[in-house]
C-alpha cells in the first residue's frame, strides 16, 4: 500500500531522494526528512484514514516511522491493547514501537514492512509480516546502507553515491533452474531481501546492521502458523464443528478485508476460491464495486461462470481479454515492474487486472492462498511432492558444460533437518507462495494498487492449520465447496482448475522464428549464458515451453537494464 526508501552514509553527505522513484507505490502522498545521519523518504497510498493524520514519516518528538502495510483491525487492538482508540493503523503501530511493546502486535491480521527510527541513539528497528507480503530489501557495505521497498530503487540510490550495482549471475543462474530466487538473493550484486518474520536493526554510531533471522533459519524453523506458546485469539477449535469453525474465521477474514475508505474489487474466476469470497461478502452485506476476470481463446475459460456469479450477487463484471493485448509489451512491462524475471506467467494476469482495476479504485481482492491452506494443489494429493525448491530447469538438459557452485538448497536438505519443523506444505508457504506474494506487491504496486488475501488471514492460517493436524478437518477444498453449497447450491465446480489463464506458450510458438525483436531477445538470454555462464546451447534444442519462458525473461530483464 505504500513505498519508503532510508539512506545512511558514514563520513559522507547524503542526497535528497527523487520524489518521482516509489510514486508509483504511493501517488497519494510524499514527504521526506532528513535527519543528518540518515534520510528517509515515504510514498503514501491513502486506503485507510485518508486525511493527512497518517501521513508518514509519522513522528513525534526524536522517533520516526515508515511503514508499509495495513493492520486491518487496528481500533479493535487499540482499545484491547492500550484502553486507546487510534485513528490508523500507522498511529497504532507507532504507539506500540513506542511503547517497545511490538510482540503484542506481531502476528495481528494485515501485513507490514517498517522502519523504526530513532534520531537521537542513530539507530532503527525494522521488521517484516511472516508471510512476507511487504517486502524489505536492502544494501549495506563500509560505508553506505539503504533500504527500501524494491531492489530496483537501491540501485538508483545507489548510483548516486559512485555504486554501480551489477547484475548478480548467480542470481540469474539459480531463476532458470529453480524460476525463482531464495535466500534472500536479488537479481542485484550486494542487494539483499530481508527474511520474512525477520527484524533488522541497525547501530550508525557501531556502523552495525544485524539481521534478526537469517533465510537457513527461516527455513528450517517451525512454521509461524504452527508454534504454540503464544495466545493466538483463534475463534476457537471446535473440534465437535470444525466446518462452522472454518467458516466464522472465514467470514472474519473477509470482514477484516473490507476495512478501507476507499471502493474494494474483487478478482473472480469462477473457481472455488474466489466464489466464496464474493458469497461471504454478500452475505456479510459488503459490497463490490467490481468483478475483474481474465479471458482468452487459446483455452476455456471460466468467464460465463464469472458472469453468472456477478448476476447472481448483484456485481458489475469487467473481463480482461487477453487476445486484444500485446504480450510482449506486459511481458516488458510487468518485468520493469517486478525487477526481475518473472516466476510465473500468472504474473502477466495480475499486471493486466490490477492496471484495469486502478482506474476505479485502489483494493483488490483475491483467492491467493487458499491452495496452501486447504491443501487444494493437484499434487498435494501425493504427501511425496511438493512446489517447493522443485527444479524447473536442468541446465544440463539444454546446455553444454554447465558448472554450478554449491547448492544452498542441496545443503539445507542434508539428513532431512528441514523437515523436523516442516512438512512439505510449509515449505510451500515459504517458497512458492512467497514468490507469489513478491509477485503481487511488485505488479499491483507498479499500478498503484493493494492486494488483500483473506486466505493468509494469521488467525484463519492458524486455526485451520490446528484443525487439520488434529484430523477433525479433512485436507482438499471439499469444506470450502460445502460452505458454498450451504449458501448457494447452483454452484458447479469445474473438474478442471483453470483460473487466470496466460496464454504465453501459444503466442510464443506463433511468434518464434517471426518476430524479430523476439528473437533479439532469446539471442540476448543465450548470449549472456555464453559469455557470462559459459553456457553453450546444445545442438538440436527445441526452445519451447519451459525454456522459452526463461530466455525471453532473462533478455527483456537484460535489456531493460542496460536502458
Sequence with gaps: MCGYLFVSGRNKNTFEIDQHLLKHRGPD????????WCRSRHWRLSIQDLTTHSNQPYSKQDNFLVYN???YNFREIGESLYSRSFQSDTQLLFHSLKQDDFESIRYESGFYSFLFIDRLKRKFFGARD??????????????LLIVASEDSAIKTVAKQYGKNLLINNSAIEHYFEYKDLHFGKTFLEGVRELAPGSTLEFDFDNWKLKEGTSWKEYYLSTPFYK??????????????????????????AVEKRFLADVTVQIALSGGVDSTLLALIAKFNDKFFSRALTVSSSSRPSELNKSKFLCDSFSIEQFVVDFDSLDILELLEESILAQGGPLSHPHALAIYALTKEAAKNGKVLIT????DELMYGYEHHKNENTT???IQHNDPKEFFEKTESGTNEIDDIFSGDNILKNNNLRDLEVKTHLLSLLRRNDRIS????????????DFMLFKTVTDLQESGSLGKGKESLVKIIKKFFDQYEVDKEKIGFYVPFDEWFNKHKGLNQTLEAIIKRALGFFRDELKWKLKEGVEIENKLAWALVNIGIFLDLQER
Design 367 to 370: 483467492g491467493e492462498g487458499a
Design 227 to 252: 508454534k504454540k506458546n503464544r495466545d493466538t485469539h483463534t475463534l476457537g477449535n471446535n473440534i465437535e464443528n470444525p466446518l462452522s469453525v472454518l467458516k466464522t474465521n472465514l467470514f472474519n
Design 69 to 71: 502495510g495495513e493492520l
Design 387 to 389: 512446489f517447493a525448491f
Design 29 to 36: 502522498h510524499s514527504e521526506e526528512v532528513n535527519l543528518n
Design 445 to 456: 504496486m507498479r499500478n498503484s494498487m493493494e492486494l488483500r488475501s483473506s486466505y493468509l
Design 130 to 143: 511472516h508471510f512476507g507480503k511487504k517486502p524489505m530489501y536492502f544494501f549495506h557495505d563500509n560505508d
